[in-house]
């Protein structure tokens, strides 16, 4: 007579990333500059006294995670929505419940899990938006007036940079608090509890793992402990056959059965302006070894090969400039080369062209004389270009001086001629001072004798 199989509670039946999902501040691995005694975030959960945050983090790094927390800690009424499936009318109903329970002044901490405790304490209402970047603007206008009159503490969690994607009056009345990926110990001791933990995780099953097992799916996560988590739940219930047969699972067992995660990379997101940075940074430094790390991760990631080769083009001018005028050439034959060729062919392209421009003599010359030439040019207003290098195309423009003592360079035997180009209130102004690097060495030279010739008055 078969035994009749008993159907899992919802908790069983939740993903081990959901079952491990800490409960307690003590319980939270990586954070302790934020958790640890004296920290910002537990001081202000004991004080009770919690401001508006944004939790800024990679994915699985605890964000939901800590506020779920933070709710647990608290006298406050808790409220969560997610961006992605709400809109400013939920928005609205949560504010319309948060006035109500402030009105009525007390709440039990226990009311973040539904319970319907009953214990005094303060009459506040946290609300955790996940994924907060995807409001737009007159979303995030939404809850200006209720954050500013404290009828909601407002806690956003987003993995985009919040200085591009909330607005600033939002902003200035949250704290923005940075959550830290996860560190390779870390995520090995959460695996480790997983594995143990008979209640909440798989421990009832005996699984037999061998310790380098746990690291190997540590660093496939690159920090995101809800990925090692699913990776590690994946991994035991393709292997069940084995651990019914007592069998100690190695590395080889999960290389086998899972393909390796794709490097993480958000195009739209913070993964795109780091690395771009990264790249840029590396180029400006001659490191040619970590520009070609730093692009082929890029390209790994799904990036557009033109908005790199723009970039590109864009750093032969502000860090290359005229130390080596063969940059800019080279980069845009680059592009175009890659705009006919495309992936994977154009790629090569790219390379060459990364290649040259962190072994070429650099200079920010043009780009600093630029930016001295734009705001002396917003300062200086309206000053008229001195008469003698004006057209005089009329007879009333002549007889006003236009043109007057204009000097033809090209009359004389050096090309040059003492003449005043700038306006008189200018004269002798110099945005432009070349380093004594590739090209721009001659170019140097150039001006000094230039400026000999105008000193004798040539």
Same mark, same amino acid.
């Given at each position: 007579?078969?035994?009749? /199989?008993? $159907?899992?509670?919802?908790?069983?039946?939740? =993903?081990?990333?959901?079952?491990?999902?800490?409960?307690?501040?003590?319980?939270?691995?990586?954070?302790?500059?934020?958790?640890? =005694?004296?920290?910002?975030?537990?001081? #202000?959960?004991?004080?009770?006294?919690?401001?508006?945050?944004?939790?800024?983090?990679? =994915?699985?790094?605890?964000?939901?995670?800590?506020?779920?927390?933070?709710?647990?800690?608290?006298?406050?009424?808790?409220?969560?929505?997610?961006?992605?499936?709400?809109?400013?009318?939920?928005?609205?109903?949560?504010?319309?419940?948060?006035?109500?329970?402030?009105? /009525?002044?007390?709440?039990?901490?226990?009311?973040?899990?539904?319970?319907?405790?009953?214990? @005094?304490?303060?009459?506040?209402?946290?609300?955790?938006?996940?994924?907060?970047?995807?409001?737009?603007?007159?979303?995030?206008?939404?809850?200006?007036?209720?954050?500013?009159?404290?009828?909601?503490?407002?806690?956003?969690?987003?993995?985009?940079?919040?200085?591009?994607?909330?607005? !600033?009056?939002?902003?200035?009345?949250?704290?923005?608090?940075?959550?830290?990926?996860?560190?390779?110990?870390?995520?090995?001791?959460?695996?480790?509890?997983?594995?143990?933990?008979?209640?909440?995780?798989?421990?009832?099953?005996?699984?037999?793992?061998?310790?380098?097992?746990?690291?190997?799916?540590?660093?496939?996560?690159?920090?995101?402990?809800?990925?090692?988590?699913?990776?590690?739940?994946?991994?035991?219930?393709?292997?069940?056959?084995?651990?019914?047969?007592? /069998?100690?699972?190695?590395?080889?067992?999960?290389?086998?059965?899972?393909? $390796?995660?794709?490097?993480?990379?958000?195009?739209?997101?913070?993964?795109?302006?780091?690395?771009?940075?990264?790249?840029?940074?590396?180029?400006?430094?001659?490191?040619?070894?970590?520009?070609?790390?730093?692009?082929?991760?890029?390209?790994?990631?799904?990036?557009?090969?033109?908005?790199?080769?723009?970039?590109?083009?864009?750093?032969?001018?502000?860090?290359?400039?005229?130390?080596? =005028?063969?940059?800019?050439?080279?980069?845009?034959?680059?592009? @175009?080369?890659?705009?006919?060729?495309?992936?994977?062919?154009?790629?090569?392209?790219?390379?060459?062209?990364?290649?040259?421009?962190?072994?070429?003599?650099?200079?920010? !010359?043009?780009?600093?004389?630029?930016?001295?030439?734009?705001?002396? #040019?917003? /300062?200086?207003?309206?000053?008229?270009?001195?008469?003698?290098?004006?057209?005089?195309?009329?007879?009333?423009?002549?007889?006003?001086?236009?043109?007057?003592?204009?000097?033809?360079?090209?009359?004389?035997?050096?090309?040059?001629?003492?003449?005043?180009?700038?306006?008189?209130?200018?004269?002798?102004?110099?945005?432009?001072?070349?380093?004594?690097?590739?090209?721009?060495?001659?170019?140097?030279?150039?001006?000094?004798?230039?400026?000999?010739?105008?000193?004798?008055?040539?």
């Amino acid at each position: 007579m078969s035994r009749k /199989k008993t $159907r899992p509670t919802k908790r069983e039946a939740a =993903p081990l990333a959901d079952r491990m999902r800490p409960e307690t501040l003590d319980e939270i691995l990586g954070q302790d500059h934020l958790l640890a =005694p004296g920290k910002i975030i537990r001081e #202000a959960i004991s004080a009770d006294r919690l401001p508006s945050l944004v939790f800024w983090g990679p =994915p699985g790094c605890g964000k939901t995670t800590l506020a779920r927390v933070i709710a647990r800690h608290t006298h406050c009424h808790f409220e969560s929505l997610s961006a992605v499936l709400s809109g400013v009318k939920d928005v609205r109903q949560v504010v319309e419940r948060a006035q109500v329970n402030r009105e /009525k002044g007390a709440f039990g901490a226990g009311e973040a899990e539904g319970e319907s405790g009953e214990e @005094e304490g303060s009459a506040g209402t946290i609300l955790f938006v996940d994924e907060i970047h995807r409001f737009n603007k007159s979303q995030q206008d939404a809850f200006l007036p209720f954050v500013e009159d404290g009828t909601i503490i407002l806690i956003g969690a987003t993995t985009e940079n919040p200085s591009f994607e909330l607005i !600033s009056a939002l902003l200035s009345r949250c704290r923005v608090v940075v959550l830290k990926s996860l560190e390779k110990a870390h995520l090995t001791a959460l695996l480790k509890r997983a594995v143990a933990d008979s209640e909440r995780g798989l421990g009832k099953l005996s699984v037999q793992l061998a310790p380098e097992l746990l690291e190997l799916i540590a660093d496939q996560a690159g920090g995101d402990a809800r990925y090692a988590l699913n990776l590690l739940e994946t991994f035991v219930g393709l292997s069940r056959e084995a651990i019914e047969q007592g /069998k100690v699972l190695q590395t080889e067992d999960l290389l086998q059965s899972l393909d $390796r995660r794709a490097a993480l990379y958000d195009k739209a997101g913070e993964g795109h302006y780091n690395l771009i940075s990264a790249f840029h940074k590396s180029l400006r430094g001659s490191d040619v070894d970590a520009s070609l790390y730093w692009l082929s991760r890029m390209l790994a990631g799904g990036e557009d090969g033109l908005y790199i080769a723009r970039r590109m083009v864009r750093f032969a001018s502000e860090d290359i400039g005229n130390a080596d =005028p063969q940059a800019l050439t080279l980069t845009l034959a680059a592009k @175009e080369t890659f705009h006919f060729l495309g992936h994977p062919e154009g790629e090569l392209a790219l390379a060459q062209a990364a290649v040259y421009l962190a072994t070429a003599p650099k200079s920010n !010359s043009v780009y600093m004389a630029f930016k001295a030439a734009q705001k002396c #040019a917003a /300062k200086s207003g309206s000053l008229s270009p001195p008469a003698h290098i004006l057209n005089a195309p009329t007879k009333l423009m002549k007889e006003l001086g236009y043109g007057k003592g204009y000097r033809y360079a090209h009359d004389h035997e050096t090309g040059y001629v003492r003449q005043d180009y700038l306006p008189p209130a200018l004269e002798e102004t110099r945005f432009y001072e070349p380093v004594n690097r590739g090209f721009e060495r001659e170019i140097s030279r150039r001006l000094d004798y230039w400026r000999k010739l105008k000193a004798q008055g040539e």
